[in-house]
């Protein structure tokens, strides 16, 4: 069995491209998406923007099945993963939640070694080595032995992310991962997913971070009411909307 | 002064106190022990199943927890005791070969306790946030195996006081298995008390069956207590420092300037 040495974070050695078409979902009588397509590039950071219950969260659930959409399909380096093992699919992709979902009962360490240990059957040592590799790059490998709740919001945030990355997957989705935290440590977070972007890793955020999306994504989609209403590189969607409301909405948040 | 002395003649004679005492310590409190331990852990187990069962989305699980869940807690415990204890009795004689009530003892407990101990686990589980499911999800681990690694172990650690009560409740519990016609060294303690009453004439080993009782419920309690006040408090959590947090030593100097949002940087 050959083991695949990790990538550190700011290798671009394992991202894939990531392709979204036609997907639809609805709850009962609640079209929650009505056929998204979304093409994000290998390499690239796409930010998907938009009002509340436009879908975006639902979308970004549909990219790693976690949600599983009724028609449509989701493409990962320009290969069909609708028959593949749900489970297998999502140790390619991370994901990192608004409210960081750490496991309280582990230790910072521990959680970002878990799924290394239980899924990937890594032995032990070479779980925490690269864990602690990962909390280096997150700049918190001195919390290690420490339990989530006596960190910060943005530490338990950017613990998160170390876990997501050491599964080293080859897409991050972003689920509004600054927005449950205290205005002063959002910077730390996404100057931490800028770099990531810089260095490689192919990425799906879904923020109300305007700024962030000006600055560090290639691609900006604008959704809303399930559809994609517009979608284009951050000068277009910012400075020439063309739709009303994409018009709206930026008048409303900028 | 009449009363007072024939009271503490009745039930606070030290001499058959004295003498029921070795019996009940040693055979009677063996056995409530072992009769409440042994089915305390089956319960646990079945327990577990049955919580899990009754959350599921698929009906075919769900229905026959509830049931059970219903029947076992619904009825008084005397009764489901009698039922098994004596309804079932040919199916240990003929399957099972033993004429021994014990093993009927123990699984009517069981029954019992699990019923209890399923909704109590439910709750627990049902309270552990839907992110940690979600989370688990997302990185690769599917339903049954986020179930088992990540929700239940939380969801056991918030109910534990009340699962700890509920192992109280059992100990008193086993005194009902009395009536299903133990031997002699199968008996616990209230059974000892009792047929020492009779043979004597005099309540005081039902004293001593009640003290009996206290010196397990009463420590047992006062764990539930302190369980609750450590889950309650927490181990001293230290407030979030920025030691350990290479970035937090940042200046705002050298860190990048903030991007104006709407301007190019």
Request: charged share 20%; glycine share 8%.
């Given at each position: 069995m050959t083991t695949t040495v990790p990538a550190p974070a700011s290798s671009t050695t394992a991202s894939g491209s990531l392709t979204a078409r036609g997907i639809h979902l609805a709850y009962g009588d609640v079209k929650v998406l009505r056929g998204v397509d979304l093409h994000v590039a290998q390499g690239s950071a796409t930010c998907v923007i938009g009002p509340s219950g436009s879908g975006k969260s639902t979308l970004l659930r549909t990219l790693n099945r976690l949600i599983e959409p009724q028609q449509g399909e989701v493409l990962l380096d320009g290969r069909s993963v609708m028959a593949?093992?749900?489970?297998?699919?999502?140790?390619?992709?991370?994901?990192?939640?608004?409210?960081f979902n750490l496991f309280p009962h582990m230790t910072v360490l521990d959680n970002v070694t878990f799924a290394l240990?239980?899924?990937?059957?890594?032995?032990?040592?070479?779980?925490?080595?690269?864990?602690?590799?990962?909390?280096?790059?997150?700049?918190?490998?001195?919390?290690?032995?420490?339990?989530?709740?006596s960190?910060?919001?943005?530490?338990?945030?950017?613990?998160?992310?170390?876990?997501?990355?050491?599964?080293?997957?080859?897409?991050?989705?972003?689920?509004?991962?600054?927005?449950?935290?205290?205005?002063?440590?959002?910077?730390?977070?996404?100057?931490?997913?800028?770099?990531?972007?810089?260095?490689?890793?192919?990425?799906?955020?879904?923020?109300?971070?305007?700024?962030?999306?000006?600055?560090?994504?290639d691609q900006v989609v604008f959704m809303d009411g399930g559809v994609v209403v517009e979608s284009g590189t951050p000068d277009d969607v910012f400075d020439r909307p063309q739709s009303p409301r994409l018009q709206q909405f930026l008048s409303q948040v900028l | 002064m009449d009363v007072l002395s024939r009271l503490v003649q009745n039930l606070l004679d030290l001499d058959y106190i004295a003498q029921v005492l070795p019996t009940m310590l040693g055979v009677g409190l063996v056995n409530t022990l072992y009769l409440s331990a042994v089915s305390a852990l089956f319960s646990i187990a079945a327990g577990v199943l049955l919580a899990v069962m009754g959350l599921s989305r698929r009906r075919i699980l769900r229905w026959p927890a509830r049931v059970y869940v219903d029947v076992?807690?619904?009825?008084?415990?005397?009764?489901?005791?009698?039922?098994?204890?004596?309804?079932?009795?040919?199916?240990?004689?003929?399957?099972?070969?033993?004429?021994?009530?014990?093993?009927?003892?123990?699984?009517?407990?069981?029954?019992?306790?699990?019923?209890?101990?399923a909704e109590i686990f439910r709750s627990g589980i049902q309270s552990v946030d839907k992110g940690q499911m979600e989370a688990s999800r997302a990185l690769g681990f599917g339903y049954g195996r986020a179930m088992l690694l990540v929700v239940i172990p939380q969801g056991l650690r918030r109910v534990?006081?009340?699962?700890?009560?509920?192992?109280?409740?059992?100990?008193?519990?086993?005194?009902?298995?009395?009536?299903?016609?133990?031997?002699?060294?199968?008996?616990?303690?209230?059974?000892?008390?009792?047929?020492?009453?009779?043979?004597?004439?005099?309540?005081?080993?039902?004293?001593?069956?009640?003290?009996?009782?206290?010196a397990i419920t009463v420590p047992l309690t006062h764990l539930v207590n302190w369980i609750d006040r450590r889950l309650r408090d927490g181990r001293r959590v230290a407030a979030p420092t920025d030691d350990g947090d290479d970035l937090a030593t940042t200046t705002p100097a050298t860190a990048p300037a903030a991007t104006p949002i709407g301007a190019r940087a």
């Open positions: 593949d093992d749900p489970d297998a699919l999502r140790r390619r992709v991370g994901m990192v939640f608004q409210h240990r239980r899924l990937k059957r890594v032995p032990k040592d070479r779980a925490e080595d690269i864990g602690l590799r990962q909390l280096e790059h997150v700049g918190l490998r001195g919390k290690a032995p420490y339990r989530p709740s960190l910060s919001g943005g530490q338990q945030q950017r613990v998160a992310i170390a876990r997501a990355l050491a599964m080293d997957p080859e897409v991050m989705l972003f689920d509004e991962v600054t927005s449950a935290l205290d205005p002063e440590l959002v910077k730390g977070v996404l100057r931490l997913m800028e770099d990531l972007s810089g260095g490689g890793m192919t990425m799906v955020v879904v923020t109300h971070e305007m700024g962030f999306a000006r600055h560090v994504a | 076992f807690r619904g009825i008084p415990a005397i009764l489901a005791i009698v039922i098994i204890g004596q309804g079932l009795f040919w199916l240990a004689r003929d399957v099972f070969s033993t004429t021994s009530p014990y093993p009927l003892g123990i699984l009517a407990l069981t029954l019992i306790t699990s019923a209890y101990l534990l006081p009340a699962t700890v009560n509920q192992f109280i409740q059992l100990i008193k519990l086993s005194s009902l298995v009395f009536y299903l016609g133990l031997q002699a060294d199968q008996r616990e303690i209230f059974r000892i008390a009792q047929d020492f009453a009779s043979m004597t004439g005099n309540q005081s080993s039902l004293i001593a069956a009640a003290v009996c009782y206290l």
